[in-house]
Nanobody, 119 residues
Framework: QVQLQESGPGLVISSQTLSLTCIVS??????????WTWIRQPPGKGLEWIGY???????YYSPSLKSRTSISRDTCKNHITLQLSSVTPEDTAVYYC???????????WGQGTQVTVSS
């Protein structure tokens, strides 16, 4: 059973950098065919795709967030990291990591972690 667990600070100050970790168990993040994706949901809004890192270490970001986003991985610890710089209150959201069988379906999701950006 694959499990994803997001972790990070629940509160971030505007202009600082948000850092989140997705700890993966039950599967290797280098397993061929899977992309490890970050997605967020602002309050009262739909899901917003942030970006992914693939099994082969390819990375792709949403164009609207690309200038502020960095996704990386630690294959020894089997986790994925998201960094979002220069945050504003508009970055307040529940942040999820998910495992996607590329390019088809999302197979597994973390429970999400609430991040609030205070001004």
């Amino acid at each position: 059973q694959v499990q994803l667990q997001e972790s990070g600070p629940g509160l971030v100050i505007s202009s600082q950098t948000l850092s989140l970790t997705c700890i993966v168990s039950g599967a290797s993040i280098t397993t061929t065919g899977y992309a490890w994706t970050w997605i967020r949901q602002p309050p009262g809004k739909g899901l917003e795709w942030i970006g992914y890192i693939s099994w082969s270490d390819s990375i792709y970001y949403s164009p609207s967030l690309k200038s502020r986003t960095s996704i990386s991985r630690d294959t020894c610890k089997n986790h994925i990291t998201l960094q979002l710089s220069s945050v504003t209150p508009e970055d307040t959201a529940v942040y999820y990591c998910a495992r996607r069988l590329w390019p088809l379906r999302y197979d597994d999701w973390g429970q999400g972690t609430q991040v609030t950006v205070s001004s």
